[in-house]
């Protein structure tokens, strides 16, 4: 009996250890978020965020997790005058409200390197409404290339995150576009 005892406890010993999940972290060096709206059906006004932080969670079964914060203070448009009005209250509220954050549904990572539909929860100025992103495929997601580069495009209405200032001439659907770099970084799990 003590011989069975010690072969299986030998065998416990050769078996590989416990399965890891690569994490990704976003670059926030080489990624960024750009946004454009309709002023008066006739031009567009632009703007893109170049600091954007956070991660990319991968549980072992390879669901994904997207967890993305954008810094509102590092918005750049064309003009300071467009900036300041976009950072003021009436739009993103800067000064209150100093992060965008956005969370995903668990989603197999199968489906980001498919480029499928991503869904999750937009945090804008304090409100929190669901969102969907098309995703460009992203095969570097699997096959271990790196950095990984992932575009996104959704949209959303500014009304609904209480932004209705300028309703005339200014259009509420906003178009967005991401550009995400990912690092991977190996965690126990």
């Known amino acids: 009996m003590r011989w069975l005892a010690a072969l299986l406890l030998a065998g416990v010993a050769l ?4 399965a ?3 994490d990704y972290r976003i670059d926030p060096a080489r990624s960024q978020a750009q946004f454009v709206v309709r002023l008066f059906w006739l031009r ?3 703007g893109r965020f ?3 932080d956070g991660e990319v969670a991968v549980s072992p079964q390879g669901m994904a997790v997207v967890d993305a914060r954008i810094q509102v203070e590092s918005l750049a448009a064309n003009g300071a005058w467009i900036r300041r009005w976009m950072l003021a209250e009436e739009f993103f509220d800067g000064p209150h409200y100093p992060i965008v954050h956005f969370v995903s549904a668990p989603v197999p990572l199968a489906a980001i390197a498919d480029g499928e539909a991503l869904d999750g929860t937009l945090t804008l100025r304090g409100v929190t ?3 969907r992103f098309e995703l460009d495929p992203a095969p570097c997601i699997e096959t271990g290339e790196r950095p990984c580069t992932i575009v996104a495009r ?3 209405t500014r009304s609904d995150f209480g932004m209705t200032a300028r309703r005339p ?4 659907e906003v178009r967005l576009n991401l550009q995400v770099v990912l690092e991977a ?3 126990p799990h």
């Open 129 to 131: 409404r669901p969102v």
């Open 154 to 156: 959704g949209r959303v």
């Open 20 to 22: 890891r999940a690569i």
């Open 44 to 46: 567009s006004i632009q």
């Open 169 to 172: 001439a200014l259009a509420d």
């Open 185 to 187: 970084v190996s965690v």
């Open 15 to 18: 078996l590989p250890p416990p």
């Open 50 to 52: 170049t600091r954007m």
